[in-house]
């Protein structure tokens, strides 16, 4: 199983951006995807979850109504389209699958929100 994050950098309060996550090694159409980030000295949270066939969508509180977590099965790959960005939102960010059981994480990709 290998999970690559990719589409963080720097952007401006106010910004948006929208992260990928390329997967493989397992049949990604079957198994729900998530987009967990951590900030500097915090704990990991988890930001969104999207089923197998992108139907349901579940958001952290902090980041509802400004990201928007999508799939496309066809390519293998999730997405987070990040809007409305604030310095909160400093962190890096992850994605993960659980599969046969066992979580799988990718080495994140880093959000930086700053002027």
């Known amino acids: 199983v290998q999970l690559v994050e990719s589409g963080g950098g720097l952007v401006q309060p106010g910004g948006s951006l929208r992260l990928s996550c390329a997967a493989s090694g397992f049949t990604f159409s079957i198994v729900a995807m998530s987009w967990y980030r951590q900030a500097p000295g915090k704990g990991r949270e988890h930001v969104a979850t999207?089923?197998?066939?992108?139907?349901?969508?579940f958001y952290a509180n902090s980041v509802t109504g400004r990201f928007t977590i999508s799939r496309d099965n066809t390519k293998n790959t999730v997405y987070l389209q990040m809007n409305s960005l604030k310095p909160g939102d400093t962190a890096v960010y992850y994605c993960?699958?659980?599969?046969?059981?066992?979580?799988?994480w990718g080495w994140g990709t880093q959000v930086t929100v700053s002027s």
């Open positions: 999207v089923t197998s066939d992108g139907g349901t969508k």
């Open positions: 993960k699958a659980t599969y046969s059981g066992r979580d799988y």
